[in-house]
């Protein structure tokens, strides 16, 4: 049998194949409660006759394994011996698909809703370094390395909390740091009540840091704030919209645990510090309320969550997917 066009199965797919094998070789992805997994490349699957039946998954947790556990032996058994049973078959290309619910099962055992903000942060410090100019940096899984700087202060934590999701899910399958990162941003917004964003997976992590210097600074004007940003590939309208993440953590705006468009509602009402004398968000946030084309954006998510997040969803996954690095078959 040749692994060659294989299908890519929706998200929301709850179905296996009947042969044990050919279930962990093709499927391509499947949503458990929140989020979404979508894969890199997608094709139709040979006529096989153990692939032409599907039967509907019962009650498995990817992690823990499947009730019937001799058929879970079964599969692992299968994939040991797919290089002497398919010598023709490039490894690579069969590792690349993946279960996506175990990467999202694996995220789930450790995310907590009050973790959440620093998961989604580490998205934002490893993809923020690209560079639309030279093709430098993104979503590449660097932040491992680069934890150490200033800009990065207090990653240390959703790194540590994430390498324990990695270890449980290498156990079952290899999954790179850029693409954890990516699926531990969205569990994290969903978890928090925001929109549900559908995440593709592939990425190659890289091997060295990024250039430093690559993120904004908190103290930023609203020109070089604009410079920054479209220097990534980033509009005016996606900037905005990307700030909004701010709405979830400890920079006071409205509950740290709910992602929701308080954040622009209080953008708009301009607040007093707050009673323990500390200042509600940063000198960025702050700098788009002074510029006419950001200030018609926030007016209009402050008005239309739905918008937001419709919005967020998008320019999130156009984040996750910068300066990526991907899996070819």
Known sequence: MELTNIPHLASSSSFF????TCRLL?????RTGKGAIVFAAGSRCSADAACSEPIEQQNVDPLSGPANTHCYRRDFAAVALLPFLLPNVDMASAAELYDGSIIQNGVRNVLTKVKAAGVLRLVFHDAGTFD?????GGMNGSIIYEVDRPENTGLSKPLKILRKAKEGIDQVQQVSWADLIAVAGA???ALCGGPEIPVRLGRLDSSTADPAGKLPEETLDIVALKTSFGKKGFSVQEMVVLSG??????????????FDN???KILLEKPQPTSSGMPIGLPTDWAL?????????????????????????????????????????
Do not use: M
């Open 26 to 30: 093709c499927y391509r992805g499947r």
């Open 187 to 189: 569990e994290a917004v």
């Open 262 to 264: 308080t954040y622009f």
């Open 132 to 136: 639309v100019g030279d093709k430098s």
């Open 289 to 329: 309320t002074k510029d006419d084309e950001c200030l018609r954006w926030i007016n209009i998510y402050a008005e239309d969550q739905d918008k937001f997040f419709a919005d967020f969803r998008d320019a999130y996954t156009k984040l996750v997917n910068s300066g990526a690095s991907w899996r070819t078959a």
């Open 245 to 258: 993440a701010h709405t979830i953590g400890g920079k006071g705006f409205g509950n740290p645990n709910a």
């Open 17 to 20: 194949f009947s042969s044990c």
